[in-house]
């Protein structure tokens, strides 16, 4: 059973930075890409960034320039670096893993970041 576990969210001031990991188990970690999705009080999740499996990257238009995602295959982990976060970048953030050959996919429990002053 595949199982995601998050970490590094927080409390931060505007312009701060924070980095959330992700660490899969339970399956092999290269067959799969991995997201970073965001839902904030009152609206939908959306996509923040997507890390395929060859290590490759997608950004909402709202991070570009800011966050920057990554991935430890050593470690089965992927990252999400947040930069000059704003209060707008607020929300529980998820990690998602795609199995890109069964398309079945897997979520994390959320991590709260929270951008204030």
């Known amino acids: 059973q595949v199982e995601l576990v998050e970490s590094g969210g927080g409390l931060v001031q505007p312009g701060g930075s924070l980095r959330l990991s992700c660490t899969l188990s339970g399956d092999i970690f290269s067959i799969y890409a991995m997201g970073w999705y965001r839902q904030a009080p009152g609206k939908q999740r959306e996509s923040v960034a997507i890390i395929n499996a060859g290590g490759g990257t997608n950004y909402a238009d709202s991070v570009k320039g800011r966050f920057t995602g990554s991935r430890d295959h050593a470690k089965s982990t992927v990252y999400l670096q947040m930069n000059s976060l704003k209060p707008e970048d607020t929300a529980v953030y998820y990690c998602?893993?795609?199995?890109?050959?069964?398309?079945?996919?897997?979520w994390g429990q959320g991590t709260q970041v929270t951008v204030s002053s």
């Open positions: 998602n893993a795609l199995n890109v050959r069964s398309r079945v996919d897997f």
